[in-house]
């Protein structure tokens, strides 16, 4: 499986400031993606990143807000932009690791984001 | 597009007893099905995964079964013991070739001793 790092593991932000999230993962890896947590909910894709392509973004969920970098196979960004309460959340990176044709998905600690 | 329906919300069991949580899912092109446990404050952690070409998956105390007719998969806990306790979701892949996910609401299962 693979080892996922995120950075901030957790912030409080001023509402109309930016935070920038970082993931790291230990091996190369094609596929990344960027989920949203609400407290209490369920996770919500926001994003897929590849290496060397823009982002595809969910229904919801649009670049200008959401702006994401893929720079290699071992990192990414996630920006949340002009930040308000209600992107108060829990922001999860997730990898795509294993063998050709036995893909699985594992997920980092989380970055959990207090906007106030 | 993928929809995922998951019961019970909330499950209570004692100590020893199976746990079993139920999952439905809408587009039969979704071939992969993870389970995550979540506990407080961390990410969700991949408990055991089945894919459409399997009907059911055993590791150790943990085992989930597909349907793809019925397009329903579960997750069945044996002997459960109080740091199962947890909330625990299911997913399903959105295309039929990757590993981006649809989530169920969850389900908080808590084991008494």
């Known amino acids: 499986s693979a080892v996922i790092s995120q950075k901030p593991s957790r912030d409080i932000c001023q509402r109309g400031t930016s935070l920038t999230i970082q993931c790291q993962v230990d091996s190369q890896v094609t596929m990344m993606f960027w989920y949203r947590q609400q407290p209490g909910q369920s996770l919500t894709l926001i994003a897929t990143a590849n290496q060397g392509s823009e982002a595809t973004y969910e229904s919801g969920f649009v670049i200008d807000k959401f702006p994401i970098s893929r720079p290699n196979l071992t990192f990414s960004t996630l920006t949340v932009s002009n930040m308000s309460p209600e992107d108060s959340s829990i922001y999860l990176c997730?990898?795509?690791?294993?063998?050709?044709?036995?893909?699985?998905?594992?997920f980092g600690q989380g970055t959990r984001l207090t906007v106030v | 597009g993928e929809n995922v329906e998951q019961h019970p919300s909330t499950l209570s069991v004692q100590e020893g007893d199976s746990a079993v949580i139920k999952c439905t899912y809408s587009d039969s092109a979704s071939n992969y099905f993870p389970w995550y446990k979540q506990e407080l404050g961390k990410g969700p952690q991949l408990i055991i995964d089945?894919?459409?070409?399997?009907g059911e998956k055993k590791d150790q105390r943990i085992a989930v079964t597909l349907n793809k007719t019925a397009k329903h998969f579960s997750l069945h806990i044996t002997e459960t013991q109080p740091e199962d306790s947890a909330v625990y979701f299911c997913a399903a892949s959105i295309e039929q070739a990757g590993t981006a996910l649809i989530f169920g609401k969850g389900t908080t299962l808590s084991v008494s001793s």
């Open positions: 997730s990898v795509e690791s294993g063998d050709r044709g036995q893909w699985e998905a594992f």
């Open positions: 089945i894919r459409s070409n399997v």
